[in-house]
């Protein structure tokens, strides 16, 4: 296959282009920006150096899709709803990476990332690509809208009990953190050194973008859960997401080693999910640089609460990997494939 990227001068973009580099059925056709054409990817981004020569192109919709099968869109939210749908009608595939199709109601949308909504018949058309949870429909889809980074942590971790419908509906609470890169390459103030070294903040309490998207893939798993309370820190790392999640379980007579038995049950067979044993907790730095998401448990019989952490790198796992694994999984092949790789670790 032939990839385009668009938004490749972000750190997703970025990202795209160093796990697209070694994946062995897909070649980087062209590399696209609004704002830096003509000069080459690696005078951003030195690092590529010797490995990636690409000049950057414009953004042409018609010109690209003459050239490539599918085209990854790592833009920021509001751009996507209007190149998505040219190119999708242009008939190649299209892997979107902002938020701009997660969201099935149009105005849910707009009052939450406070943008023009795409309009709903492509809308109806994207496939969410949690690719754990959605195979069936990503294999047969031409238009995934892949996950926010905070969902992709938070659902994972969530699914099997939700999905059995053993949580109280009213009572899950996320308390999630992430690495800084999830702001993304631009510099700001919330993300200068100065205010994010040896800081936690909490930021877009009870207003994150990611809560409508949480409720709303909850809701289509056990229509009865359809509200949380998500919050969200920044901590002074660069790369990775931990979501903390509790919630009151129905059933009295569970135990953490019946929950586990569930977890590995239903996570058997999806390889880049890896529940710890034993009442062991994951730590960010485990799945630092790989599409991994590392889940632990622990039930407490005294309070009736679950805590499950769930971790995982946000521009692998949480944006660039789990787009490739969709793209995988659309080509037919093992969605493993170029992603399959021991964490960087210490
Ligand atoms: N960072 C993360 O951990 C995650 C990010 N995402 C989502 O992925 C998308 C990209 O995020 P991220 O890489 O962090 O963002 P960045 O800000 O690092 O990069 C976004 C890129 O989009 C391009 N861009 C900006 N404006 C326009 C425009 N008007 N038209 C076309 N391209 C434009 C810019 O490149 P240029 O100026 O060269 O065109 C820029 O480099 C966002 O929607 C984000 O929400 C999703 C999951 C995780
Ligand atoms: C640390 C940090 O700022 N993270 C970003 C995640 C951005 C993102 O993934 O948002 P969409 O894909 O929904 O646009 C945030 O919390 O908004």
Same mark, same amino acid.
């Given at each position: ?8 001068? *972000? ?11 070694? %994946? ?8 696209? !920006?609004?704002?830096?054409? *003509? ?7 030195? %690092? ?15 010109? $690209? ?11 920021? !939210? ?12 242009? %008939? ?18 707009? @009052? ?27 294999? @047969? !889809? ?11 942590? /938070?659902?994972? *971790? ?15 609470? $996320? ?9 993304? &390459?631009?510099?700001?103030?919330? /993300? ?17 973008? %990611? ?26 790392? /660069?790369?990775?997401?931990?979501? @903390? ?19 590995? #049950? ?7 999910? &890896? ?20 889940? *632990? ?9 679950? /805590? ?13 990997? #789990? ?24």
């Amino acid at each position: 296959m032939k990839a385009a990227i668009i938004g490749v001068t *972000g750190y997703s973009g970025i990202e795209l282009v160093r796990l697209l580099d070694q %994946h062995p059925y897909v070649t980087i056709q062209s590399v696209h !920006s609004s704002s830096q054409v *003509g000069i080459l990817l690696s005078e951003s981004y030195p %690092h590529l150096v010797d490995h990636i020569t690409f000049d950057l192109d414009e953004i042409n919709t018609a010109n $690209i899709a003459k050239e490539v099968d599918v085209v990854f869109l790592a833009t920021p !939210s509001g751009i996507a709803s209007k190149l998505a749908v040219e190119l999708h009608d242009l %008939h190649v595939k299209v892997i979107d990476l902002s938020g701009d199709f997660r969201l099935q109601d149009p105005d849910t949308y707009e @009052t939450w990332y406070k943008k023009t909504p795409a309009s709903t018949t492509y809308l109806e058309k994207a496939v969410y690509g949690l690719s754990e949870w959605n195979k069936e429909n990503i294999a @047969t !889809s031409d238009f995934i809208s892949n996950p926010g980074c905070y969902p992709t942590a /938070t659902l994972l *971790g969530l699914a099997p009990l939700v999905r059995e419908g053993l949580i109280e509906e009213s009572s899950i609470i $996320i308390d999630a953190k992430s690495g800084v890169s999830g702001a993304g &390459r631009n510099a700001s103030l919330s /993300t200068h050194y100065a205010e994010i070294n040896e800081n936690l903040k909490i930021y877009k309490v009870n207003q994150h973008q %990611h809560i409508p998207e949480i409720e709303q893939v909850l809701s289509s798993w056990n229509e009865k859960v359809n509200t949380i309370t998500f919050s969200t820190h920044l901590i002074p790392m /660069t790369r990775g997401i931990m979501a @903390t999640i509790y919630a009151n379980v129905k059933a009295p007579d569970l135990t953490t080693e019946k929950i586990l038995d569930l977890y590995n #049950q239903c996570y058997e067979d999806k390889p880049f999910v &890896r529940i710890r044993q034993n009442g062991e907790f994951p730590s960010t730095k485990e799945v630092y640089g790989s599409n991994y998401c590392d889940i *632990g448990l622990t039930y407490d019989e005294r309070t009736g609460r679950i /805590t499950i952490v769930s971790v995982i790198d946000n521009l692998v796992k949480g944006a660039a990997g #789990q787009a490739i694994q969709n793209l995988n999984i659309m080509m037919g092949i093992d969605e493993r494939t170029g992603l399959h790789r021991i964490p960087v670790f210490p």
